[in-house]
């Protein structure tokens, strides 16, 4: 029987606890990869990181707003 990658994971288990993993609803909504760091950055914090973390969600919504603002100039 093939383990799947998603029953692996490197680093700790802070997302095997939920009823999905980030990665999972990123792919099913076809999330892009700011945003999905965003996700993946706020679901792990008070897991992993702690505030580190939330400043990694911060520097991606920071991003994702300078970009929205330039294409929408």
Same mark, same amino acid.
């Given at each position: 029987?093939? *383990?799947s990658? $998603? %029953?692996? #994971?490197? /680093? /700790? %288990?802070h +997302?095997?606890d /939920? *009823? @999905?993993q980030? @990665? #999972?609803? @990123?792919f099913?909504n076809? =999330? /892009?990869?700011? !945003?999905g760091?965003?996700?993946?950055?706020?679901y &792990? +914090?008070?897991?992993?990181?702690g =505030?580190e %973390?939330? #400043?990694?969600?911060?520097? +991606?919504? !920071? $991003?994702l707003i300078e !970009?929205?603002e &330039? *294409?929408?100039?």
């Amino acid at each position: 029987m093939k *383990t799947s990658a $998603l %029953d692996v #994971q490197v /680093g /700790g %288990d802070h +997302y095997k606890d /939920g *009823t @999905i993993q980030p @990665i #999972q609803f @990123i792919f099913a909504n076809k =999330i /892009g990869f700011a !945003e999905g760091n965003v996700i993946k950055y706020v679901y &792990r +914090y008070s897991k992993k990181n702690g =505030i580190e %973390d939330l #400043q990694k969600a911060k520097h +991606y919504l !920071e $991003l994702l707003i300078e !970009e929205a603002e &330039r *294409t929408s100039a």
